[in-house]
């Protein structure tokens, strides 16, 4: 089921270290967990989360509950979808480094559409979800950043 015209859209990563069992003294992802923080906050009281797998939900869910707000299957005010680009981006990144990584996660900068899913995998992307996604280009682009060594996006469609 597609979300109604008026929905808005965010992006955000689905990194564990969101969640709040994760919390700390020391926020490792500050930068990026405000960023969510914002974009989830504008996607209304009732939100559908699409994630490709239980970790992304998860992630979406405990986003949409820090903001107040309720997970819904329909009816939502507002769609959050998770995840990310490439997890190969430098020597210490989870999957460790592969050329390839930048040029696929510059390749998505401009277009979610037409993901080759054996290079996402290959590249340990989450990018299941982001095929029907309106280019970055269109949207608020609120963190665009790799760090761990995994590309991770916020951003926000009116």
């Known amino acids: 089921m597609s979300a109604p015209a008026a929905a808005v859209t965010a992006l955000v990563p689905g990194v564990p270290a969101l969640l709040p069992s994760y919390a700390s003294l020391e926020d490792p992802v500050a930068d990026l967990r405000a960023a969510c923080r914002s974009a989830v906050g504008e996607l209304g009281p009732r939100v559908r989360v699409v994630a490709s797998g239980p970790s992304g939900l998860r992630v979406g869910a405990a986003l949409v509950a820090d903001a107040g707000a309720s997970v819904v299957d329909a009816g939502e005010t507002g769609v959050l979808v998770v995840?990310?680009?490439?997890?190969?981006?430098?020597?210490?990144?989870?999957?460790?480094?592969?050329?390839?990584?930048?040029g696929f996660?510059?390749?998505?900068r401009t277009s979610f559409a037409g993901i080759d899913p054996v290079l996402a995998g290959e590249l340990w992307a989450d990018a299941a979800c982001l095929g029907d996604l309106p280019p970055l280009a269109a949207a608020d682009v609120r963190y665009d950043d790799a760090p761990f060594g995994v590309q991770y996006w916020v951003a926000v469609w009116a």
């Open 83 to 102: 995840g990310n680009g490439s997890a190969k981006r430098t020597e210490k990144a989870p999957g460790h480094l592969d050329e390839r990584a930048a």
């Open 105 to 108: 996660d510059a390749a998505l």
